[in-house]
């Protein structure tokens, strides 16, 4: 799934093609892709895009009247549509600017979760889906993710996904994130403290600034196997820092990769859900 430095590049390449163009036609393609019945999307049009902002993994396209809310999901992508095919592939929703462009939502498998709400300007960080957001990953401070390790016990590599407690970290960062503060993914944030939080914090501008000048880098969203990283999806091989091999714990979504030697004293994690892991 896109996290905050795919999200946040794409955004900015958005808007430098798109800002000023004013809409002429929003439409859902699929009919679970408008999560939203009021207010309606003909409100912005004739507005122009003031621009394409972030807020944890979702887009925001910013209309003077309303805004739209838009989450990617696991293969959603948000594109040019040079064709604009009245059946496109894996179409859900496209918006028609009034100078003949136009940008489709586009999600690839089944599932099909991607979605759009459309939110008055004023009320985006207010309405669903945002208002249950925690803080954004880049602007919390150690002290406010003290507290908020505090209020919420669980495994640290929970923590770093779960949007309600810190916005826009998903299972790749998570993972990064975990190794460059040298912590368990499994560590109980109740315990971390300050201590810990500033080491968190500083390993998430670290990989989220890695994986920023990466993604600005390119004219496209890359694909998981592209980002940068030292130990997602790397199970097997040396880590970079200690030369230990890296190691991964496997659920049936996603899978925790981790060093022993870096993060858990040289321990190996159990590599089943009912193991007791090293806390």
């Not at 993914?185 to 670290?206: C, R, Y």
């Not at 091999?245 to 040289?266: H, K, L, N």
Request: hydrophobic letters at 35%; one cysteine or more; proline letters at 7%.
């Amino acid at each position: 799934m896109p996290e905050l430095p795919e999200v946040q590049a794409h955004a900015e390449r958005l808007t430098d093609a798109y800002r000023g163009d004013a809409l002429a036609r929003f439409q859902p393609i699929t009919f679970t892709a408008l999560k939203t019945a009021v207010p309606a999307p003909d409100g912005a049009y004739g507005h122009p895009l003031e621009g394409i902002g972030r807020r944890g993994k979702y887009l925001l396209m910013e209309f003077a009247p309303l805004t739209f809310v838009v989450h990617l999901m696991q293969g959603g992508r948000l594109k040019d549509d040079e064709k604009q095919s009245p059946r496109p592939r894996g179409g859900q929703a496209r918006w028609r600017f009034e100078d003949g462009r136009a940008l489709l939502l586009t999600e690839a498998g089944t599932e099909r979760r991607a979605g759009v709400w459309c939110v008055p300007a004023g009320e985006k960080l207010t309405s669903p889906p945002l208002v249950a957001l925690g803080p954004e990953a880049m602007e919390v401070t150690p002290a406010e993710l003290a507290a908020r390790f505090a209020e919420h016990p669980m495994r640290l590599h929970t923590f770093l996904r779960n949007q309600r407690c810190i916005a826009g970290i998903g299972r790749r960062l998570a993972n990064e994130i975990c190794h460059r503060a040298k912590l368990s993914p499994f560590a109980a944030t109740a315990k971390l403290g300050l201590d810990g939080a500033e080491k968190v914090v500083a390993a998430i501008h670290d990989a989220v600034d890695e994986g920023l000048e990466f993604e600005r880098g390119r004219s496209d969203m890359s694909s998981s196997a592209d980002r940068p990283g030292r130990v997602h999806k790397r199970t097997g091989e040396p880590c970079p820092v200690c030369g230990d091999t890296i190691r991964e714990v496997q659920y049936s979504s996603y899978t925790v990769s981790y060093c022993p030697t870096c993060q858990t004293g040289g321990k190996v994690l159990a590599d089943n859900t009912t193991s007791r892991f090293l806390k």
